[in-house]
Each structure stands twice: as structure tokens, then as C-alpha cells.
Nanobody
Framework: QVQLVESGGGLVQPGGSLRLSCAAS????????MGWYRQGPGKQRDLVAD???????NYADSAKGRFTISRDNAKNTVYLQMNSLKPEDTAVYYC??????????????WGQGTQVTVSS
């Protein structure tokens, strides 16, 4: 059974940094797209960044230049390094992994989320 365990969230001052980790288990994730979404108070859940099995990355405009996504396939883990954090980054951050299936769609899994709060 696929399970995603997130860690690294917490309270940080504006301008500070956090590194989120998501450890995946229950499958071979080498062919999965892995990424991070977030949902702030009163907002929808939106993509922050993702990374393909080949290392191609995709970032939301709000994350470009401040956040870096990476993965360690040997550890089945995806990371999100967040620098220069702003109050508007406050949200629950969710790990997401997905793979293509034979019908042309996607099969994906969600983590439980980790709270990131940026406040002075």
C-alpha cells in the first residue's frame, strides 16, 4: 500500500527557510512524478512544484526563485527547500505522487499534509 509521510513543517519568521521532506513507501517510485501542493486558508489546493522521473521540474510562479524541488530515488523521497519565506506562503503543504496508467490518465496518491506558518 502506498504511503507518504511528510515532515519539516513548522513556524518560521518571514525571510526564513524550511525544508520539507516526503518519504514514500509501498511501491517503486522511480517512474512517478513527485511534487508538492499547498492550500492556504480559504483557498484551493494548488501546485507548488513537481519533478519528473527524469529530473524535469515545474514551479508555480510564486515559488520560482525561492523554492527548489529535488528527489532522491534511492530513498524514495522528495524534498522542497523553501527560502525567503513570506506570510503568504502560510498553508498546509501536501506531498503528491502520480504515475501514468494504460488508459492515458493518472493514478495518484496524497500525503496527509504538514502545516507551514510564516509569521513574526
Amino acid at each position: 500500500q502506498v504511503q507518504l509521510v511528510e515532515s519539516g513543517g513548522g513556524l518560521v519568521q518571514p525571510g526564513g527557510s524550511l525544508r520539507l521532506s516526503c518519504a514514500a513507501s509501498g511501491s517503486d517510485f522511480s517512474s512517478f512524478v513527485m511534487g508538492w501542493y499547498r492550500q492556504g486558508p480559504g483557498k484551493q489546493r494548488d501546485l507548488v512544484a513537481d519533478i519528473t522521473s527524469g529530473g524535469d521540474t515545474n514551479y508555480a510562479d510564486s515559488a520560482k526563485g525561492r523554492f527548489t524541488i529535488s528527489r532522491d530515488n534511492a530513498k524514495n523521497t522528495v524534498y522542497l527547500q523553501m527560502n525567503s519565506l513570506k506570510p503568504e506562503d502560510t498553508a498546509v503543504y501536501y506531498c503528491r505522487v502520480r504515475r501514468s496508467v494504460v488508459d492515458g490518465g493518472w493514478r495518484g496518491y496524497w500525503g496527509q499534509g504538514t502545516q507551514v506558518t510564516v509569521s513574526s
